[in-house]
């Protein structure tokens, strides 16, 4: 038989993780309003419930010790699924549903529209949060449960944790301004890239880090990289200048009047799919 006493509390988890940020006691204390004892106490009670230390504590401050690193992490993840859950019930109980949804910006640009739409119509009194990033970044919210539902590229599996409804296989194409001598290609090799200047997204992006990336080093080729990005406006305003080229969805490059794609030879392809953590209540209901 356990008490329910024995269980750490979250406001204990928030305290733990207030002294972490301020490394001081005191300093902790008043960001938080509390008594510096108080503070203290809630700190021991964590400590002797795990029968460990969290913190070496010395003259210049409090400091995690691997142990309290350890815990840190699962302090802020239990933290985040606690507010999740928390608003999710509040939604529920109000008869009113908040969706988080990550993307990165081509995807949201070519999606976003439809899944509003979606959205709205099952749930007419319901509001929608979009976070635009890159994959890696998108998939760290996620992992969190800073997301619901992520909009992910992607040429492997998920793995068992999380669902995925595949949506489309998209084609990267290289895009160039009207005036580029390969502007009349039907197709390009990678290799005939290999002295132009590129305009990239940033590297947490899938389509650089895995598909253009790869593509170079395959042909033992260092791209030549003038800048990276992670603004959809600032890729497709720079490489409709001429000032270098840069890769963009096929169906997304069609959309702009002031920029040519042309297809790589062989295709550069991905998958897309909607992705959420098993047990997402709002995302489930999707």
Request: glycine share 4%; net charge negative.
């Amino acid at each position: 038989h356990v008490n329910a006493g024995d269980f750490m509390t979250l406001i204990q988890l928030y305290y733990f993780l207030t002294v972490c940020r301020f490394e001081n006691m005191s300093h902790a204390a008043e960001e938080l309003n509390i008594s510096q004892p108080s503070l203290s106490r809630a700190i021991r009670e964590l400590e002797s419930e795990f029968q460990l230390s969290l913190f070496d504590r010395k003259h210049r401050g409090m400091f995690l010790t691997k142990d309290g690193e350890r815990f840190r992490a699962y302090a802020d993840s239990l933290l985040l699924h606690a507010a999740q859950t928390r608003r999710v019930m509040m939604d529920l109980g109000q008869k009113r549903t908040h969706l988080l949804l990550g993307s990165p910006p081509m995807l949201s640009a070519l999606f976003l529209p439809a899944i509003c739409e979606k959205w709205l119509q099952e749930y007419p009194d319901g509001n929608l949060s979009v976070s635009e990033a890159g994959r890696e970044e998108l998939f760290l919210q996620l992992e969190r449960g800073q997301l619901d539902l992520a909009l992910l590229p992607h040429n492997q599996d998920f793995g068992n944790k999380y669902h995925a409804i595949p949506l489309t296989d998209m084609e990267s194409v290289c895009c160039m301004s009207l005036t580029h001598p390969y502007a009349d290609r039907e197709s390009l090799r990678i290799e005939e890239l290999k002295d132009e200047k590129l305009i990239l997204f940033t590297d947490t992006f899938f389509q650089t880090s895995t598909l253009i990336t790869q593509r170079f080093s395959a042909q033992n080729i260092t791209p030549d990289i003038l800048m990276q990005t992670s603004q959809l406006a600032t890729l497709h305003r720079t490489v409709a200048t001429g000032i270098g080229v840069g890769f963009l969805f096929s169906e997304l490059a069609a959309s702009y009047p002031d920029v040519v794609g042309i297809p790589l030879d062989p295709p550069m392809l991905s998958k897309v799919s909607i992705v959420w953590k098993n047990g997402s209540l709002v995302a489930e209901r999707f």
